[in-house]
């Protein structure tokens, strides 16, 4: 079966929430990123100065905290975590990224 890896962007106080419905859809292994971003409406146009502080400072000021929470599961699954990803996330924001996976190596010593 064909496996794909799960990208699920998500605000901060979602990340409970996120990691239950993957769970509760049979999801056994995932890894977390925290991260700073800005969403594509609050940065569209926006332009920075170029000197290295200054441009530190307004990205500062204008990202968000989230988490991106990663797992590799079977295609079919991927469409059911969607869906439940919609459902329990309702009103809420978050992106999902599908990737394929053409093979996974894994070194367990």
């Not at 170029?50 to 991927?78: F, G, K, S, W």
Request: proline content about 4%; charged content about 25%; overall charge negative.
């Amino acid at each position: 079966m064909a496996k794909v890896l799960l990208n699920v962007f998500v605000d901060y106080d979602t990340l409970g929430r996120t990691v239950n419905i993957l769970s509760e859809q049979g999801v056994t292994g995932f890894y977390c990123l925290e991260y700073w971003g800005v969403s594509p409406q609050n940065w569209e146009g926006f332009v920075i100065r170029e000197e290295p502080e200054m441009a530190i400072e307004a990205i500062r000021d204008h990202t968000e905290r989230a988490i991106q929470v990663n797992t590799v599961v079977d295609n079919d699954l991927a469409e059911t975590i969607a869906r439940a990803l919609a459902t329990g996330l309702g009103g809420k924001r978050y992106t999902i990224l599908k990737t394929p996976v053409d093979s996974i190596r894994v070194a367990a010593p």
